[in-house]
């Protein structure tokens, strides 16, 4: 089992990052707001899940512990494999997901794209009881502070419409979404918080 990895950041795309560890490059599908803290070539370091399939290993990379630990825990449901548990933490953080459970709330799992409203209702069922409970109702990320300098340069549009586009949303609709947060970015740096807004505005179309 691989828990962490920390090595120098080689690479970054729409939903992965290659991490440098000790000379062998490793890639690792991470969420928004563990990619939003990764810079090539500085030191990075993420929680990780390995997914083990008869063709293929694939390392998941997380913020913390938290993130890590619900994507592992909702895909103990049916139907949800680790390509809609990580869009689901795109969406969500740990803590919403887990007050949406709780509170059976299933409007807000079918913003996630993917997620149906009787996908929605098999979910609550399933993991009501074993989902933690809530830790809090702010809708914030554990520790994540959110990518400094992504307002000053812009680079948080292009992050939000990679990710969008690498959900399944296609450009159009991405750039759209991406125009449509504009003003919010005025008042935010975290990439994170941005791309959710946006997947808010393209659950209403």
């Keep these: 089992m691989i828990a962490f990895l920390t090595g120098r950041v080689a690479a970054r795309g729409a939903g992965s990052a290659v991490i440098d560890v000790g000379g062998v490059g490793m890639t690792v599908q991470c969420t928004p707001s563990a990619l939003s803290r990764l810079h090539v070539g500085d030191e990075g370091t993420v929680a990780t899940s390995l997914v083990v399939r008869e063709d293929s290993l ?22 949800v494999g680790p390509r809609l548990a990580l869009a689901m933490l795109a969406v969500h953080s740990p803590d919403s997901l887990r007050q949406a459970v ?34 809090g109702t702010d809708g914030t990320l554990p520790g994540a502070e959110g990518t400094a300098n992504g307002r000053a340069n812009g680079a948080w549009r ?8 690498n959900l399944g949303w296609s450009a159009k609709d991405a750039e759209a979404a991406a125009s449509a947060v504009a003003d919010e970015a005025a008042d935010t740096d975290d990439v994170t918080v941005l791309l959710r807004s946006a997947l808010r505005k393209l659950s209403r179309i």
């Design 158 to 165: 292009g992050q939000v419409v990679s990710g969008l586009v």
């Design 58 to 79: 694939t390392l998941f990379g997380f913020v913390d512990d938290d993130e890590k630990h619900v994507f592992e825990q909702v895909q103990t449901a049916s139907g």
């Design 102 to 135: 709780h509170t059976e709330d299933t409007a807000a799992l079918t913003r996630v794209p993917g997620i149906g409203k009787k996908g929605a209702q098999r979910i609550v069922l399933e993991l009501r009881g074993k989902l933690d409970a809530p830790i």
